[in-house]
Antibody, heavy 118, light 111 residues
Framework: QVQLQESGPGLLKPSETLSLTCTVSGYSISRIYHWGWIRQPPGKGLEWIGSINHGGSTYYNPSLKSRITLSMDTSKNQFSLKMTSVTAADTAFYFC???????????WGQGTLVTVSS | QSALTQPRSVSGSPGQSVSISCTGTSSDVGGYNYVSWYQQHPGKAPKLMIYDVTKRPSWVPDRFSGSKSDTTASLTISGLQAEDEADYYCCSYAGTYTFAVFGGGTKLTVL
């Protein structure tokens, strides 16, 4: 059974860098799939942030591309998100996900709330 | 504003059928057979219900079905049950640059 679990700070100040890690169990991230991040501001809809595939190629939401970096550590079976210069608009639940190249997401982490506030 | 357009809400009585539409463009929904649908209950992570327009994962009952015509995709739920009450989101592949775009979500109320 594939399981994903997000971890990282839940509270940030404006202009700080958001760093989240997703630990995957039950499947090796070095096998064929994309691994990504999706966020959801409280009470609002879903937004795809970016994905990284098993070969390390990255795909970023054009509206966030200048601030985000995805990476993976196959030795730990983890992948990570870094988002610089956060503002209150980045306050959201952040989900890590698995999906194929055709952009559907079959396994999701439980989500972690990141709040940006001074 | 979301890339894909969904109705804000739909409703139906137990046993009835409802459909939720998802309208995009030729750059996303209309350009690829890669539309997916997600169900989200309050406080939970979204759950994949339909992928590649019409396919159902093993955990989804056959009451759920998907279709697409031109730039509009649809999710149909037949034999509505109380547990189907949730928010539903569509998503489409949109090419190697944009990759994935979501709809704004539809709240399904079972009357």
């Amino acid at each position: 059974q594939v399981q994903l679990q997000e971890s990282g700070p839940g509270l940030l100040k404006p202009s700080e860098t958001l760093s989240l890690t997703c630990t995957v169990s039950g499947y090796s991230i070095s096998r064929i799939y994309h691994w990504g991040w999706i966020r959801q501001p409280p009470g609002k809809g879903l937004e795809w942030i970016g994905s990284i595939n098993h070969g390390g190629s990255t795909y970023y939401n054009p509206s966030l591309k200048s601030r985000i970096t995805l990476s993976m550590d196959t030795s730990k079976n983890q992948f990570s998100l870094k988002m610089t210069s956060v503002t209150a608009a980045d306050t959201a639940f952040y989900f890590c996900v698995r999906g194929p190249a055709s952009a559907y997401f079959d396994f999701w982490g439980q989500g972690t709330l990141v709040t940006v506030s001074s | 504003q979301s890339a894909l357009t969904q109705p804000r809400s739909v409703s139906g009585s137990p046993g009835q059928s409802v459909s939720i539409s998802c309208t995009g463009t030729s750059s996303d929904v209309g350009g690829y057979n890669y539309v997916s649908w997600y169900q989200q209950h309050p406080g939970k992570a979204p759950k994949l219900m339909i992928y590649d327009v019409t396919k159902r994962p093993s955990w989804v009952p056959d009451r759920f079905s998907g279709s697409k015509s031109d730039t509009t995709a649809s999710l149909t739920i037949s034999g509505l049950q109380a547990e189907d009450e949730a928010d539903y989101y569509c998503c489409s592949y949109a090419g190697t640059y944009t990759f994935a775009v979501f709809g704004g979500g539809t709240k399904l109320t079972v009357l």
